[in-house]
């Protein structure tokens, strides 16, 4: 068999995927087979979309709010592409549109007022313009119904914080206030990495989508194989309950229970800092919100064939559209199966993934969306290594360390969960979201770390684990939006819920187990100590609740403002010492912001967020029960988007400090009075220049120790977090160069030197990982450049660490895994 694993886990992994593969090739062909009947049916139903868009009363229930988001709930309601030649401005307010109007009459109600006009460029789609900026005639009805205008270039599409973006520069976020908010107005650092620079990166992973965004640091691809483990700003964020969301909401119950897909994401967007005000239990570094792929009134079909460095394989598609004649039924099935090897010998890194969505839309005020997940992870554990076995190179990179009869890495996650909105007359807004998670997780590894290498030999101790996890999590809010006096109010009130199970077994080799790393000869299946159970069963309730304004006046000043209040309730038994532990906390968090629009497009900010994470345990000092983490943040920065471009420049400056810390003495008895501060700067750019896009981020994080049980730990580095990293990115299309069809891309990684604080020897001086450069490239061609006929048909060759720069991680000097070497993939894509 593959890699050499002749066991019967194995074959049944093989007929598993087999099986998943079978599943979604004939998903797809049927997929394939209606898409094909979708074609045919369009031709048939143009002429009535025609006479439709012209002439057909539909039923409007549009409040006064921003342009920018009434268009949006009007293409909802008629299935018309509604772009904006120049942009929207955020200032633009729409009196709104409610009653029966034709698709042309209610148009041209919503921008009464608003200084803006439109064309019909088809029978669905209209392009925004500026009266007197060539606005023209708003068209004139042909003979078979369809509007007749001229063709206007589309240079961007009316933007959804929960829905795609064109390129690479995100305009709009809900992460950072739960509301559709445009970013330059948003008093908070936010990155959003959208799915056209994951899909052109090539990432495999959350963290592999993150390696170009300020403040984010991670573990090396040999880690998020399995999770997504992330810091921001010095604080791990993947705690847990901590900072990983979807859809803006609590996604796991455990970092172990498998990390995100980000094929079957829209955008990630990256919220830095104290962010408890909106979503409860943080460590203060932030979120990670991964914002799913929903369903679509245009038709998209999608499918991907890859190969790659050690015999990757992959088929990946994705389907959306409406399932029904007039729109108010969507689908989307997005999916993958992928069967790989790995630069580790005898590692597996086969996923299977499918994600089906259903949008029910009944009219433009109501929409519920149900979203569900499968994802299926076979692979190997990367056990951590030495600090000295890695630095000198001792042990190969590629040197399988455990065991192939007893190592595995297999889990699988399910989802299932839906997000209900309606809008009452008056403008008032209804949003309510819930989700179940599940996961089961066989993780059984040899543990390396715990010696280290003697001659030859490596000493390895077997560790096995069978993790439970769920999490139940809901969130309900009205938003109301009015005017008073000169300002206008955008009032969220909410509360949310989070019910986390998670029920781990551990257990330990009866004693160490030889490698010799130069002439490796596996044992088999360890002794395993079944009497001692390691582990424990958690489980938690957060119920929170939250009030923010959004205050804009003299359409230059926005006034951020937030406070929540919250309930915690926890439980954990620990089988080995037979206790059980409870504990409640209650905590009271805010935010506040201030940003200046300048009509240039340049806008300061300056804000103040709070952040709180309860603990389970006793302080061995006092006796009690932990307190809960407390983090406070202070953030100046400024951003840069002229109107009508393609570009947001950011800078922030911080200050982030958490107490109430937990550290170990040197026998492990925890006591409360940690606290640890981190200062930095941040710089980010985002940006399209007609062929050219752009993203460069710079971060200087100084982020240190203040106060612990262990002396000599006091003003150092946090671990893994590196004082200075640099990253940019660059594609073109060659088209204007006399190469129609091809688009070349690179992109360059510096991540400094970090420290290890539990490395100090004798004389108080310190071990340091050594910093590191690296190098991606990219280059595709459009086979339409040949011939029209084969329009949606791409190859796209990625390459991830160009020079093969052999470079590792380290979370503390026992925790070291080696980096990703060159890894090359070619991807076969066609669209439809």
């Known amino acids: 068999m593959r890699r050499g694993a002749n066991s019967t886990a194995g074959i049944r992994t093989s007929i598993r995927l087999r099986a998943g593969v079978a599943t979604f090739l004939t998903l797809t062909a049927v997929l394939a087979g209606n898409s094909v009947a979708t074609a045919q049916d369009t031709a048939k139903t143009e002429t009535q979309a025609r006479v439709t868009a012209a002439s057909e009363p539909l039923r409007f229930s549009i409040s006064a709010q921003p342009l920018a988001k009434a268009i949006v709930l009007f293409s909802r309601t008629t299935g018309i592409n509604i772009v904006s030649d120049g942009g929207i401005p955020a200032s633009i307010q729409s009196p709104g549109l409610s009653g029966s109007y034709t698709a042309q009459e209610g148009l041209s109600k919503l921008l009464s007022g608003t200084g803006m006009s439109y064309r019909f460029t088809g029978a669905r789609s209209v392009t925004l313009v500026r009266m007197g900026s060539d606005a023209g005639t708003t068209g004139s009805v042909g003979a078979d119904g369809s509007i007749v ?22 305009k709009q976020n809900a992460s950072a206030t739960k509301t559709d908010t445009p970013i330059i107005e948003t008093p908070q650092s936010i990155s959003v990495v959208t799915a056209d620079q994951i899909s052109d990166q090539k990432a495999t992973s959350i963290a592999d989508a993150l390696t170009y965004t300020p403040g984010v640091s991670m573990q090396s691809p040999a880690f998020s194989r ?31 229970d498998g990390g995100q897909e980000p094929y079957g994401l829209e955008r990630v967007e990256v919220l830095r800092g104290a962010s408890s005000m909106l979503y409860g239990q943080l460590t203060p570094g932030g979120i990670v919100n991964g914002i799913s792929k929903r369903p679509t009134q245009t038709p998209l079909r999608e499918v991907n064939v890859e190969y790659g460095s050690y015999d990757r394989k992959q088929v990946s598609g994705d389907f959306s559209g409406p399932v029904n004649e007039d729109g108010t039924l969507l689908y989307r099935l997005t999916g993958l199966i992928r069967d790989a090897d790995n630069w580790v010998d005898q590692t597996p890194d086969d996923k299977v993934y499918i994600a089906p969505a259903l949008t029910w839309q009944p009219d433009a005020a109501t929409s519920l969306t149900v979203l569900a997940s499968y994802q299926h992870v076979n692979t190997r554990f990367a056990t951590p290594l030495s600090f000295q076995d890695v630095s000198t190179g001792r042990i190969p990179r590629d040197l399988f360390l455990g065991e192939p009869d007893f190592d595995r890495y297999k889990g699988d996650t399910y989802t299932i969960g839906y997000d209900f909105g309606h809008e009452f007359d008056g403008g008032l807004k209804l949003r309510h979201s819930a989700r179940y998670f599940a996961s089961d997780v066989n993780w059984d590894y040899m543990l390396a770390n715990l ?20 999490g139940v999590t809901s969130d309900t809010s009205l938003e109301k939006t009015f005017e008073l006096g000169n300002s206008e109010h955008t009032i969220l009130a909410g509360f949310d819920y989070y019910r986390r199970g998670y029920d781990s077994h551990r257990f ?9 790393i130069d002439n490796p000869i596996y044992s088999g299946y360890p002794d395993i100590d079944y009497g001692t159970d390691r582990g424990s069963d958690n489980v938690s309730d957060q119920v929170g609740f939250y009030l923010q304004d959004q205050i804009k006046f003299d359409d230059k000043w926005v006034l951020l403002l937030g406070g929540r209040y919250d309930w915690s309730d926890s439980t954990s038994t620990s089988y080995q010492r037979g206790t059980t532990t409870e504990q409640k906390d209650d905590a009271v968090t805010g935010r506040a912001g201030l940003v200046y629009l300048f009509d240039n497009g340049i806008a300061p900010y300056v804000s103040i967020s709070q952040s709180f994470a309860p603990q389970i345990g006793i302080d061995a000092l006092s006796g009690e029960t932990l307190k809960p983490n407390e983090g406070i943040q202070y953030e100046a920065g400024i951003r840069y988007q002229p109107e009508g471009s393609n570009i947001l420049l950011s800078a922030a400056v911080y200050e982030l400090s958490q107490k109430n810390v937990v550290s170990y003495d040197a026998f492990g008895d925890p006591y409360q009075m940690g606290k640890v501060r981190s200062r930095g700067l941040e710089l980010e750019a985002r940006a399209e220049f007609g062929n050219l896009g752009i993203i460069g981020a710079y971060a200087y994080t100084d982020a240190k120790i203040l106060n612990s049980a262990n002396d000599w730990e006091i003003g150092q580095q946090v671990d893994m977090v590196p004082y200075h990293t640099f990253s940019l990115w660059a594609d073109y299309r060659m088209d204007d160069l006399g190469l129609e069809g091809v688009k070349l891309g690179g992109g360059v990684r510096y991540v400094g030197k970090t420290n290890m604080v539990d490395s100090i020897d004798l004389i108080g001086t310190s071990e340091h990982v050594p910093g590191y450069f690296l190098a991606d490239a990219m280059v595709s061609y459009d086979f339409a450049a040949i011939d029209k006929k084969f329009e949606g048909t791409k190859l796209t060759l990625n390459v991830r660490n160009l020079f093969d720069k052999e470079y590792f991680t380290c979370a503390g000097s026992t925790g070291c895994r080696y980096g990703e070497p060159l890894t090359a993939t070619a991807t076969l894509s066609y669209k439809w």
């Open 451 to 470: 010696a280290p290498v003697m001659g030859s030999d490596l000493y390895r101790l077997a560790s096995l684990r069978h993790e439970k996890a769920y």
């Open 508 to 516: 330990r080799g009866t004693g160490f187990v030889p490698l010799d």
């Open 226 to 256: 399995m999770a997504d483990d992330v810091m921001m700003r010095g604080f791990n964020v993947a705690t847990g309950n901590g900072g990983m969301l979807r859809d803006g909401m609590k996604y796991q119950s455990n970092v172990y």
């Open 149 to 170: 205008l001229d063709t206007v270039t589309i240079e961007g599409r009316i933007e959804s914080a929960w829905g795609p973006v064109d390129g690479y520069v995100a």
